[in-house]
T-cell receptor, first 113, second 116 residues
Framework: DAGVIQSPRHEVTEMGQEVTLRCKPI?????LFWYRQTMMRGLELLIY????????DSGMPEDRFSAKMPNASFSTLKIQPSEPRDSAVYFC???????????FGPGTRLLVL | AQKITQTQPGMFVQEKEAVTLDCTYD???????LFWYKQPSSGEMIFLIY??????QNATEGRYSLNFQKARKSANLVISASQLGDSAMYFC?????????????FGSGTKLNVKP
């Protein structure tokens, strides 16, 4: 299996621009998680989906962040407009209901100038 | 209160020795799961080991074991026979809840350095 796939791996953008991060979960997994990792705040869960439905989005920092999962094999995390404080590594992870292990993607390193 | 507490920001261990990384958790949910992940300098998050709250035995995976003390709410990771490749950040994490609705929390991590 290819594992969780994230794109892009690196993104540099200017403040105010829209940023879209993409994730393809492992085939057959029905839970998908978006995390953000920073030095200051550590690893934070932003949102997670089960069977394409958002279950808990309490970690989404503000309205500038949105996430979608239009089908079982694709999810996006969008930041509009982006700000320098959004600079972080964004991880996507997936798991299968009934199994506890979350498999992480390689992450997207975002830098907002 | 912190859901997951890792009190050791950094640890050193001599190669081939065992090391224990501490983790305490806080939950009132009877059903929860505890995890450890490894994050090497390359940045990826690697799942190491899992312990369910109802599991009677401590989880083991190769050189990794989880010392689960439910009454103390601790879930320490023990790495036996440390190797240079074990140098990394280690995160303790918890899932609480049941069914499709769960909450997930990560600790602040412990940076392990294995000395040759």
């Amino acid at each position: 299996d290819a594992g969780v796939i994230q794109s892009p791996r690196h993104e540099v953008t200017e403040m105010g621009q829209e940023v879209t991060l993409r994730c393809k979960p492992i085939s057959g997994h029905n839970s998908l998680f978006w995390y953000r990792q920073t030095m200051m705040r550590g690893l934070e869960l932003l949102i997670y989906f089960n069977n394409n439905v958002p279950i808990d989005d309490s970690g989404m920092p503000e309205d500038r962040f949105s996430a979608k999962m239009p089908n079982a094999s694709f999810s996006t995390l969008k930041i509009q407009p982006s700000e320098p404080r959004d600079s972080a590594v964004y991880f996507c992870a997936s798991s299968q209901t009934g199994e506890e292990t979350q498999y992480f993607g390689p992450g997207t390193r975002l830098l907002v100038l | 209160a912190q859901k997951i507490t890792q009190t050791q920001p950094g640890m050193f261990v001599q190669e081939k020795e065992a090391v224990t990384l501490d983790c305490t958790y806080d939950t009132s949910d009877p059903s929860y799961g505890l995890f450890w992940y490894k994050q090497p300098s390359s940045g990826e998050m690697i799942f190491l080991i899992y312990q369910g709250s109802y599991d009677q035995q401590n989880a083991t995976e190769g050189r990794y074991s989880l010392n689960f003390q439910k009454a103390r709410k601790s879930a320490n990771l023990v790495i036996s026979a440390s190797q240079l490749g074990d140098s990394a950040m280690y995160f303790c994490a918890m899932r609480e809840g049941r069914g499709n609705f769960n909450k997930f929390y990560f600790g602040s991590g412990t940076k392990l350095n294995v000395k040759p």
